[in-house]
DNA sequence: TGACCTTGCTAAATCCATTTAGCTACGGTC
DNA sequence: GACCGTAGCTAAATGGATTTAGCAAGGTCA
């Protein structure tokens, strides 16, 4: 009775290496034509007139054998030769915020709705990659599997394979400029640098970033940025607090700990929300107050940043309108439009809140 | 230069019911073989020894005619027959809260990365649609996209529509119980029962609901169970503020709404996280504190809920739960096993936060 | 002149499932 | 005995792309 016992078994039985099961197989296991199976495993004996017993030995040999229909044949011969389909993907890590991802995903189905009509259909979906470990899915290098991806979310590592692999589809690369794609990103600078004026503005002295452990081009070209623009104007380098995850209470254990070694800050940017949500409890349960005592400034990737307490400043954010961009661009590459640009650039909104409202 | 300019436009721009193009049109409008197109869309001219000029001409046509490759002929012809290949989905509304999503996607790309070997390979798709409208996605009869999908997030209309259907696929039905699919839900009434419960044990007296406008077959078992519990004990019937949408800025919007016309309550169930952290800020905008003047109870599908202040209790987000138990249930039916239970009942797990804690 | 190579291309088999047209055997009717 | 109907099944074509084996024409070398 134990519950999940078999989680991890394969879903088939068959010894490795053994070719798949078909039609044909278990036609000639039951001793019938592959007519025969077809219509069984469709569903279709009654109207093809299978008597009960043959039915009934047909599916207990394909339940035997562990057959396993193949989708691609099917598909095949199921198809309207009047219908285009468009298998799309978009691929991208398991570590990243979930809200970017939702983004991208619910942009491509709406537009891909627009779209869809009695000749064209789309299907979307996700691939989902270890953080650096983009290598590991070398199906991606089939030209079999999608007409065209959006990529994002990936580490330098990502990238560096991503340059040498040359995908045999349209490719959309989303945060990062790779010169071998078309690529969407942040205004380069301009997250880091507006960050550190927000907080400069804010008459912060002691100025910090928190970030993960592990950094994407996007987020350390915000540290790279927000570094250089507080040395310009304070002379000092800013505090770097590094968390080891990125939800929240990575964000929250790793401001605690700086606390706890003696660390002073009296302005945070935190190069994504979820940190800065994190760091915002750290802040209240060590007693200092938000934005009086630590002004805040979080990314605006999360719906929720707006309903923290206090409301949280963000920069950037710009994912919806790096989105907006790169959909349009997928469906010019998967239309083979030649002129498509290969860099667009997006400048992030930005979002003055309490929590980087000082009392003069 | 109008950037975004063709978004509505259609991928091909062939006129309706014309025949997709092929290599084989493509090969006639040349003059050369199917096998030279072939080689020449798949890169392989080189080895293949065309000439260079055969390959632009091929190039050019298949661009003229605006050629979409066939994804299952290729896949079809690709196929290792050792490998079997299962197509699954999550099929979820677009109204559904990302988290929710977020979870069921990455735990089944856990489990689908564990069963890949080189003989099994997954892929995993999403599927959306506008809650309560299920049934505009007839795609999801035929037998030849998925081997089996997990289903969420469906308004009652939709839960009509799977009921009549019957996929031709294994399915699993998450949050809901339906008779003709394996279902895994919350235990039925845990959620709102133990909501009044803590708000009741904190001395609350005015008990309110918050939900959406659209209830799903979860949300209304949960206000019909509080409501329930509410009159029992108190003997009066609690306050239902409804919500035009589910995000933070709906809830928000309707508690503010309730305090307008002089509503009042010492305790707040939201049925969702997002609500709760609209009705927090609402809340503490009216300038009454949480949770002394009013406590407040959520549901767990955010991870957020710890770190919103003061930290939010939470009932229910049974949801890694339910995940849990859906996805072996999956493999299994993919299997064939034929001892599936039809249904499952999880029972959440509570997190009493500051929240509901009022000084006496 | 013949053996051999290279270039540039094609014919045909193949992947798997589905469906249409049609066959056989049997029973019943007139 | 001719004819029809039906139950129960099969042969073969089909969908689109890829690849292997191999052909034809022309050149090189001895």
Chains 1, 2 share one sequence.
Request: charged letters at 25%; a positive charge.
């Amino acid at each position: 009775m134990k519950r999940g016992a078999r989680q991890g078994g394969a879903v088939s039985t068959k010894v490795a290496g053994k070719p798949a099961v078909t039609i044909y197989e278990i036609a000639k296991h039951v001793g019938v034509s592959p007519a025969a199976v077809s219509s069984t495993l469709a569903n279709r004996h009654v109207e093809r007139r299978l008597a009960a017993d043959t039915v009934k030995r047909i599916r207990e040999a394909a339940a035997a054998l562990g057959y396993v229909p193949n989708m691609a044949g099917r598909r095949l011969r199921a198809h309207k030769s009047a219908t285009r389909q468009f298998d799309l993907a978009i691929v991208t890590s398991f570590e990243a915020p979930l809200p970017l991802v939702g983004q991208v995903l619910r942009a491509l189905q709406n537009a891909v709705d627009i779209q869809t009509d009695e000749n064209t259909r789309y299907a979307v979906s996700i691939e989902m990659f270890h953080a650096g470990r983009l290598k590991e899915k070398p199906a991606l290098l089939d030209a079999n599997r999608y007409h065209g991806v959006i990529i994002t979310n990936t580490l330098p590592n990502d990238d560096a394979f991503l340059g040498e692999a040359r995908l045999p589809y349209p490719v959309v690369v989303l945060g990062r400029r790779n010169p071998r794609y078309c690529c969407v990103l942040e205004a380069p600078d301009f997250v880091g640098r507006r960050s550190a004026e927000v907080l400069l503005d804010a008459r912060c002295q002691r100025l910090a970033i928190l970030h993960g452990r592990q950094l994407t081009h996007t987020t350390s070209d915000r540290l790279a940025a927000f570094t250089r623009v507080v040395r310009e104007r304070t002379g000092e380098d800013p505090v770097v607090i590094v968390s080891s995850g990125l939800q929240p209470h990575d964000g929250a254990a790793a401001v605690e700990a700086y606390f706890a070694k003696g660390g002073k800050l009296d302005g945070l940017f935190a190069v994504n929300d979820s940190l800065a949500a994190g760091a915002y409890q750290a802040i209240k349960v060590s007693g200092r107050r938000i934005p009086d005592d630590i002004a805040v400034v979080g990314v605006g990737d999360y719906e929720l940043a707006e309903f923290l307490d206090p409301p949280l400043t963000t920069v950037a954010g710009a994912n919806d309108a790096m989105v907006a961009e790169a959909i349009p661009m997928l469906f010019r590459l998967l239309r083979g439009e030649s002129d498509v640009p290969t860099e667009v650039l997006v400048v992030p909104p930005i979002f003055l809140r309490a929590s980087t409202q000082r009392g003069k």
